[in-house]
């Protein structure tokens, strides 16, 4: 920490005399140029290696910022440069010039200046925390970590040459049509499990941080694999660290100096050399899988590799409509470095000037190029807002579990923050327009005409969606009724209603005279058959018959003990008992089959949900139930199954017994659904009030809806 930091982290505010200049700017020695072609013009690349900062200059652009030598004044300058190019420049152009390669920091500074300018900065965002300009952006934030260009020197040292051998890179690529062999081979099966590795809604929080993991490990070798390829051909690598796109985390790498120190193929090759490593561990990931017992953790893991890396790296990374790999080296390659900055902003000048007729200068463009960034503004403009509507809408679906429909406002308040450049521009075409255009009409003032655009999105946008009244019950996944095997009288009851009970538990136990003569008449009559055997071996008599007869009588003794055994109700399952009072069951003689407890596996879980008869007609096929269970904070939504059978009335206590004859209760048709493993596993029989989510509609469109539906039912 220099005398600037250290004051800047213990006073407020510090008054300072600004030191004024005593030499003419110099251009800092220390820059790297490189002369190339861009766009069929040639250029000279320019890059201040101490704050990383690379820009591009025109012929006559850098053989103006060689004139400032330290010696030259601005006039001079002036005159120096008119001379040689023969173009008239004023010292005020000269000076503004030089103030923007001063932003750039492309002039030598003395120590002394170096402190005052830190200082300067210092000041400013300390200025912009006080009035809270913050420049943090939702959808594209980076923290630099570290300096990985001592790593990436020892690396190449060690495995550079390696590496990059013609001998390796054919390895490689004999390694890519293997793998694409597989994928083609065992695409049933890879196919659907790479849509279903990245479905968040069905994985648990252990996978989401193995997840995660793997991706971060994963992104670490593929940042790794651009440094180290940009090191090889010649090139710095000062900062590597964490990025957020639209608050997804992962890896980036500056590997700006490729552009400095390498030819065209090296800088495809840098580009390229992420995918590239990521294809490699895919192909290794499935050499493991193939080869390995299905039962083995690494199996598992390999396998997971290869959907983290294979067909999805190529989908990812290569889509040139986001400032991913694919991006830069379809600019690269084209010679279209700033491509998404310069197709939007030739469209929204054409538009402004063209369309609206704003006094705006729409950037000149060679002809051939038009339609390549007219189509690729249109294109990459749609699919960044395609992604942000997913990401926003994958926010609300998490956020509406915990807070419902106000799950809305925090995500509300990230779209602003997100959009929140894109609105302040869309706010200054808007007041441009309105004062070149409309400005004389009254009837179109601001405060108006944005009152009645508010009115009329109140009115006619569909943002209020339909919700009808429900009522829902928890039931068990799987029930029985438990039946006397045999008439008898009920002696014991050994549970009560909701009490769970473990498989081969005893409930209850019966007494039966029917089964009681069964058991002595069998025993008496295996003991007589008996007797007959042995009397027939005595006397040396045929014992073919009293054989027959004994194992008649055995058997009989058999089914009357296991008659005997079936008195005693067990439970066949864990489960929970769901009979109101079993213990009422106590004394009454129940016949043959007769029903004595209701048992539930203590499994899965269903929901039955009461809906209206009047709600029928304004339920969609795709509604949604949503309800909230006991001791719970979070909403449980889910798919409404289509309701069926005959109407039911509501099972008792979940609304008030009305005292009128005039009002009559009314008659509910029934959905029943699975209850989601989210849930939980809530007592059986909870119940209470549930709402149906349907459509969305407008103000307008429900008040049309209501006058039809009276006009139908009363009039028609």
């Not at 602003?416 to 070149?436: E, H, N, P």
């Not at 407890?597 to 795709?622: H, K, M, N």
């Not at 009002?663 to 659904?673: E, H, I, K």
Request: net charge neutral; with cysteine.
């Amino acid at each position: 920490m220099n005398l600037a930091e250290a004051l800047d982290s213990v006073l407020p505010e510090i008054p300072k005399t600004r030191l004024e200049l005593t030499h003419p700017p110099l251009l800092d020695p220390d820059l790297v140029v490189r002369e190339d072609t861009l766009d069929g013009e040639p250029i000279f690349a320019v890059m201040q290696r101490r704050g990383a900062i690379f820009c591009r200059l025109t012929p006559v652009q850098w053989e103006l910022a060689q004139l400032f030598d330290g010696e030259r004044s601005y006039e001079e300058v002036a005159e120096e440069h008119q001379a040689r190019s023969r173009v008239a420049m004023s010292a005020a152009e000269v000076r503004a010039f030089a103030e923007n390669l001063d932003e750039l920091q492309f002039f030598y500074k003395s120590p002394q200046e170096k402190n005052l300018a830190l200082s300067q900065k210092l000041s400013a965002q300390r200025q912009r925390r006080a009035g809270g300009g913050t420049k943090f952006n939702l959808a594209h934030t980076t923290f630099s970590a570290w300096d990985p260009d001592r790593y990436l020197t020892w690396l190449d040292r060690k495995i550079g040459n390696f590496v990059y051998s013609k001998w390796c890179i054919l390895a490689m690529v004999a390694l890519f049509a293997y793998e694409a062999t597989v994928f083609i081979t065992k695409w049933s099966m890879i196919g659907p499990d790479v849509i279903e590795y990245y479905n968040f809604r069905e994985k648990s929080f252990l996978d989401l941080a193995q997840f995660w993991f793997l991706l971060l490990v994963v992104g670490f070798f593929h940042e790794t694999a651009h440094g180290l390829t940009c090191k090889h051909f010649g090139g710095q690598v000062h900062a590597m660290g964490l990025l957020f796109l639209y608050l997804s985390p992962a890896f980036y790498v500056d590997v700006t100096e490729v552009w400095i120190s390498a030819t065209k193929a090296q800088r495809l090759a840098t580009i390229i050399a992420g995918i590239w490593i990521e294809m490699v561990l895919c192909g290794f990931a499935m050499m493991v899988w193939l080869n390995t017992a299905p039962t083995a953790w690494v199996h598992n893991f390999a396998y997971q590799v290869i959907l983290m890396t294979g067909l999805a790296v190529i989908v990812i990374n290569m889509n040139p409509l986001i400032k991913a790999d694919g991006y830069y080296f379809l600019t690269d390659a084209i010679g279209i470095p700033t491509l998404k900055e310069r197709s939007t902003e030739f469209l929204t000048g054409w538009f402004q000037k063209q369309v609206l007729r704003l006094p705006v200068e729409c950037p000149v463009v060679p002809r051939r190029r038009v339609a390549l960034l007219v189509a690729y503004a249109l294109i990459s403009g749609a699919y960044s807002y395609m992604i942000l509507f997913f990401v926003l809408r994958f926010g609300y679906n998490v956020a509406s579990k915990w807070l419902a429909e106000f799950a809305v406002i925090p995500i509300g308040i990230a779209t602003f923050f997100m959009l929140r450049s894109r609105l302040r521009a869309l706010g200054k075409v808007i007041r441009s327009f309105w004062v070149q255009h409309l400005s004389e009409r009254r009837f179109l003032r601001p405060i108006p005409l944005i009152s009645a655009l508010i009115l009329a999105a109140l009115v006619f946008v569909p943002i209020w969606r339909d919700r009808e009244d429900a009522w829902f019950t928890i039931e068990a996944g799987q029930s029985e009724v438990l039946h006397a095997s045999m008439a008898g009288r009920v002696d014991e009851v050994m549970v009560r209603q909701g009490d769970e009970v473990r498989a081969g538990q005893a409930l209850l136990r019966m007494s039966s005279p029917a089964g009681a003569s069964m058991q002595a008449s069998a025993a008496a009559e295996n003991s007589q058959a008996r007797f007959q055997v042995v009397r027939a071996e005595m006397r040396g008599e045929s014992a073919g018959t009293a054989a027959a007869q004994q194992n008649a009588a055995r058997n009989a003794l058999s089914q009357a003990e296991e008659a005997s055994t079936s008195l005693e109700i067990k439970a066949p399952a864990e489960g929970v008992i769901l009979t109101p009072d079993p213990e009422s069951l106590a004394g009454q003689f129940i016949g043959s089959g007769g029903p004595l407890l209701e048992f539930a596996d203590a499994g899965t879980r269903s929901v039955r949900v009461y809906i209206p008869p009047a709600a029928l007609d304004r339920i969609p096929a795709d509604a949604e139930v949503a309800f909230m269970l006991p001791g719970s904070f979070a909403v449980t939504r889910m798919k409404l199954a289509p309701p069926g059978g005959e109407s039911v009335e509501l099972p008792g206590g979940l609304v008030e017994k009305q005292k009128f004859k005039g009002v009559q209760a009314s008659l509910f048709y029934c959905s029943r659904m699975s209850l989601p493993a989210s849930a939980g596993s809530p007592p059986l029989g909870v119940a209470g009030q549930a709402q149906i989510l349907g459509t969305r509609h407008s103000l307008a469109a429900r008040s049309i809806r209501e006058i039809s539906d009276l006009v139908h039912a009363h009039a028609w």
